[in-house]
């Protein structure tokens, strides 16, 4: 599976972006897809994610601000976005989707798969 994350930009604080990840080599309808993000000098983090039966998960600090969604229009659910609303200054990160088999989880080493990542930055 190769992943293509992209949409990342600059937006002032209370902006809004949406980011793509676009699937190639195979279908990941039944994948779980998963959204983190890495701060200059911190770890990478989660920020939310989609179960292959669809349901979401979110980390706290984007919890209410972020939405993930998979392309209702394309079979093999091959295009998963992450909606992005009210950004803040913290949000600021490089962001990068990945996938994986079977259950949902929230660590990053269970992710077989990972996109090159997309960088977005909130100016406040």
């Known amino acids: 599976v190769q992943l293509q994350a992209s949409g990342g930009g600059s937006v002032q604080a209370g902006g809004s972006l949406r980011l793509s990840c676009a699937a190639s080599?195979?279908?990941?309808?039944?994948?779980?897809v998963g959204w983190f993000r890495q701060a200059l000098g911190r770890e990478r983090e989660f920020v939310g994610g989609?179960?292959?039966?669809?349901?979401?998960?979110?980390?706290d600090s984007v919890k209410g601000r972020f939405t993930i969604s998979r392309d209702s229009r394309d079979n093999a659910k091959n295009t998963v976005y992450l909606e992005m609303n009210s950004l803040e200054a913290e949000d600021t990160a490089v962001y990068y989707c990945?996938?994986?088999?079977?259950?949902?989880?929230?660590?990053?080493?269970?992710?077989?798969?990972w996109g090159q990542g997309t960088q977005v930055t909130v100016s406040s």
């Open positions: 080599g195979r279908t990941i309808r039944t994948f779980t």
């Open positions: 990945a996938v994986k088999q079977e259950k949902f989880c929230r660590l990053t080493p269970r992710y077989d798969y």
């Open positions: 989609s179960s292959w039966k669809g349901t979401t998960y979110y980390s």
